[in-house]
């Protein structure tokens, strides 16, 4: 199994940035994913970014491009997410998820909540107005 642990959640005023880390184990396929999901409270979850090793293709939900980067390649097995120019309405906990196997996959037409195996435990932002 893969081990993904998030941190560097906070409380920020709006306007402010936040880069959120996700720890992982080694994948063991060449074929993995990276994704960054977010919940806020009475909504369901939502992808915001991600990643995938085979294309090395990027996705964003439309409401963060431009503000949110994911940053990979890094040689310390973690992921970033940096978020810029945040909004009240980025408060939420947000996820590290994780797929790898055989094959190839691209996260360019976006990605899947469903298509994830392993799921860190979540780190909450805040954005105060």
């Known amino acids: 199994d893969v081990q993904l642990v998030e941190s560097g959640g906070g409380l920020v005023q709006a306007g402010g940035s936040l880069r959120l880390s996700c720890a992982h184990s080694?994948?063991?396929?060449?074929?993995?994913?990276i994704g960054w999901f977010r919940q806020a409270p009475g909504k369901e979850r939502e992808a915001v970014s991600a990643?995938?090793?085979?294309?090395?293709?990027?996705w964003y939900r439309d409401s963060v491009k431009g503000r949110f980067f994911i940053i990979t390649d890094n040689g310390e097995n973690t992921v970033y997410l940096q978020m810029n120019s945040l909004k009240p309405e980025d408060t939420a906990v947000y996820y590290c998820?994780?797929?790898?196997?055989?094959?190839?996959?691209?996260?360019?037409?976006?990605?899947?909540?469903?298509?994830?195996?392993?799921w860190g435990k979540g780190t909450l932002v805040t954005v105060s107005s």
């Open positions: 998820a994780a797929y790898q196997g055989p094959g190839s996959h691209s996260v360019v037409g976006g990605v899947s909540a469903y298509a994830m195996d392993y």
């Open positions: 080694r994948f063991t396929f060449d074929d993995y994913g």
């Open positions: 990643f995938a090793s085979s294309d090395r293709s990027t």
